[in-house]
C-alpha cells in the first residue's frame, strides 16, 4: 500500500511538472495542455523601427534544448543595431515539446 502511494505522488508530481517548460524566470503564465503567449520583455527609447529579428530554442520532453534564443541573436538576424523593445513568444503543447522565440524590433 505504501509503494502505491509513493508511486502515485511520484507519477502526479511528474503529470503536472511541464517538463519542457523552458523559460522559469519570467513567463507570466503557462498552461497544461497548451500554451501560447507573448511577452514584452525590453523596451528603449529608441523608435519603432521597420526592421524585425528573431532566434529561437527548442525543448523536447525536458530532457533536450537546442537553438539560440539570444537578443544579440535575433537583431544579428534582422541586420539590427538600435533596437526599440523585445518580445518572447513561448510556444507549448503537453510540456512535451516547447519553443520560445525571441522577436528583436529596431533599426
Do not use: R, W
Amino acid at each position: 500500500m505504501k509503494k502505491t502511494i509513493i508511486g502515485a505522488l511520484l507519477l502526479s508530481a511528474l503529470a503536472f511538472s511541464s517538463c519542457a517548460y523552458m523559460e522559469p524566470s519570467g513567463n507570466p503564465v503557462s498552461g497544461v495542455l497548451y500554451t501560447g503567449v507573448t511577452d514584452s520583455k525590453i523596451a528603449t527609447s529608441n523608435e519603432v523601427g521597420t526592421k524585425v529579428g528573431t532566434s529561437k530554442a527548442f525543448n523536447i520532453l525536458g530532457l533536450v534544448s537546442v537553438g539560440e534564443a539570444g537578443i544579440q541573436d535575433a537583431a544579428k538576424d534582422g541586420g539590427i543595431t538600435k533596437i526599440s523593445h523585445v518580445d518572447t513568444k513561448t510556444t507549448g503543447v503537453l510540456g512535451l515539446f516547447t519553443v520560445t522565440k525571441t522577436i528583436v524590433y529596431g533599426e
